[in-house]
């Protein structure tokens, strides 16, 4: 199946109002990209961004399940939308490795947003231990199974980030034949999960994209665009791996 592809951003704990140039820079660029482009940045900025690049698609990082009450620190999916936010990440390693996120939580957390009115991004990918181990696809495969919102009732609003842990940050990227095994791992499991729902799932690669890698990641079968952390913080570096998801 066809699946356009999508390329976010993920700012994480970068940018400050004099980044919002950058954001602007990006959106008009992704006017004319043939993809679907979003930046997920920190909450304090998605406002601001909204306002100053009106129509392009802002996310948040995280979100939490309740709509409201004593969770100090914490953002509502109505708060990310009431911000001008349409989508967000879910359970991205670093919280799931910081913040103790469980696949429990990370599910509820997807399924809030969805209902909400959130598009998703649910992240998953294993540590080098389990890759070095031999371990990589049952480890990504459980994780996805238990991390997987109930329903999807429109898969263009939702989509699944693989990103080793061992791969984001570092300049470390898998074999394109690694990838292809995840990704057609994944692609197996989301047909198992939803049916022809499954199919029409996007599933981004995720860890070390730059311009110099864009091409031939997304040139793999089942990789259906990128969640880029450090090469999206500004539009120089973001906006070749947008041309080469073409
Ligand atoms: P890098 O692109 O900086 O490796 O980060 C990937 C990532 O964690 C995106 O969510």
């Known amino acids: 199946m066809a699946r356009r592809k999508l390329v976010a951003g993920n700012w994480k704990m970068h940018g400050l109002a004099a980044d919002l140039a950058e954001v602007v820079a990006v959106s008009n660029a992704a006017r004319t990209a043939g993809c679907d482009v979003a930046l997920c940045l920190p909450a304090t900025l998605i406002e601001r961004a909204v306002r100053a690049a009106p129509g392009f698609p802002i996310g948040g990082q995280d979100v939490h399940q309740a709509d ?8 509502s999916a109505a708060m990310l939308l009431d911000a001008g936010a349409s989508l967000t990440i879910v359970g991205h390693s670093e919280r799931r490795e910081a913040q103790g996120e469980t696949d429990a939580n990370v599910k509820a957390k997807a399924e809030a947003a969805l209902l909400a009115g959130l598009d998703v991004i649910l992240c998953i990918g294993e540590s080098d231990a389990v890759r070095e181990a031999g371990a990589a696809v049952p480890t990504v495969l459980a994780q996805l199974d238990a991390s ?83 090469a999206s913080l500004n539009a120089t570096d973001f906006l070749p791996i947008i041309q080469a998801a073409r």
Request: some cysteine; aromatic content about 6%; proline content about 4%.
């Open 68 to 75: 409201k009450g004593a969770h100090t620190g914490c953002v």
């Open 148 to 230: 997987l919102p109930a329903s999807v009732a429109d898969p263009s609003r939702f989509s699944v980030a693989y990103e080793p842990i061992w791969a984001i940050g570092t300049g470390k990227v898998p074999s394109v034949g690694d990838i292809g095994e995840m990704h057609s791992a994944l692609r197996g499991r989301l047909k198992a999960a939803y049916g022809e729902a499954g199919d029409a799932i996007r599933i981004l690669y995720g860890g070390s994209v730059k311009a110099s890698n864009a091409a031939e990641i997304f040139a793999v079968e089942d990789v259906d665009g990128a969640l880029v952390g450090g």
